[in-house]
């Protein structure tokens, strides 16, 4: 069973209509009820991160989301800005992050872009695992997916960089901490790709 967190960001549905073509159950939490036995959870958000944090600071969850992260230690990955919230803080807002890894999220340096059209990174992009995880199973080699991002998760931890990505320089576009993972890619829009790693995080 996935739980997947609803807090007024990200395309909920995207996930669970995946999940629907790979036949895992999914559980969509939002309230900290709704948050009883969970096994696993997705943690997703678009957009500006000070906002994502208020939207889940405001939603009731957060103090069951770290019982169970922190304290449960089951499985969790965030997904673009929900990998940014998992960090300390970010250069984007004000708000302190869920601090969940060690990191900080930094905006990418436009000097060192060289393509017409710098920010956001949007598109498609190589996703070159660093570590060997089963949540890249059957994704070693050649595997792409869509990006949509200004900012950047920057580890304070090299171990916990799970995969990296090529944008003016390499940058961790996937981390991994104990029963906790981040990736900057969209995998709910990343087709057959995408639908692979989401499949494999079901199977932890």
């Known amino acids: 069973m996935i739980t997947i967190i609803d807090y007024g960001v990200g395309n909920i549905n995207a996930f669970v209509n995946v999940y ?26 678009v957009g500006h991160f000070d906002h994502a944090m208020t939207q889940l600071n405001n939603s009731g969850m957060r103090d069951k989301l770290d019982e169970l992260v922190l304290n449960q230690k089951i499985p969790v990955i965030g997904i673009c800005v929900g990998m940014q919230m ?64 200004t900012y950047y998760f920057q580890c304070n931890n090299q171990e916990d960089i799970m995969a990296v990505t090529d944008y003016g320089g390499e940058f961790a576009s996937a981390a991994h901490h104990e029963n906790k993972y981040g990736i900057q890619f969209h995998p709910e829009k990343s087709h057959h790709y995408g639908e692979i790693l989401l499949h494999n995080f079901a199977k932890l």
């Open 86 to 149: 998992m960090a300390n803080n970010s250069d984007e807002g004000k708000l302190e992050g869920l601090k969940w890894i060690d990191a900080t999220v930094k905006k990418f340096d436009e000097t060192k872009i060289n393509q017409v059209t710098r920010l956001p990174h949007m598109g498609w992009n190589d996703v070159k695992p660093v570590k060997d995880m089963e949540l890249f199973t059957g994704l070693e080699n050649d595997s792409i997916f869509y990006f949509l991002h």
């Open 20 to 45: 629907k073509r790979v036949d895992v159950p999914v559980k969509i939490a939002k309230t900290k009820e709704d948050l009883q036995d969970a096994q696993k959870l997705i943690l997703p958000g």
